[in-house]
């Protein structure tokens, strides 16, 4: 399984602030988070393996431990 963790663009780009002095526009961070997703799917496909995408959050975290249970 591919798991992807998405987040919104103000919060990445606010983590991102802390993490380095080079920060990166919205804009960018929003196309970034895009092509990850489409990237983690077209590889599901070519694995035949299934894609989650989960929001970094307390509800997504509960999902994807309702997921790993069965």
Excluded at 15 to 32: C, M, Q, T, V, W
């Amino acid at each position: 399984m591919i798991i992807v963790i998405v987040d919104s663009e103000k919060i990445i780009a606010k983590r991102n602030k802390h993490k380095s002095e080079k920060l990166a526009s919205e804009e960018f961070l929003i196309s970034f988070q895009r092509e990850e997703i489409r990237n983690a799917k077209k590889i599901g496909e070519i694995m035949k393996i299934p894609v989650l995408i989960v929001n970094n959050d307390i509800e997504g975290y509960e999902l994807l431990r309702r997921y790993m249970e069965g």
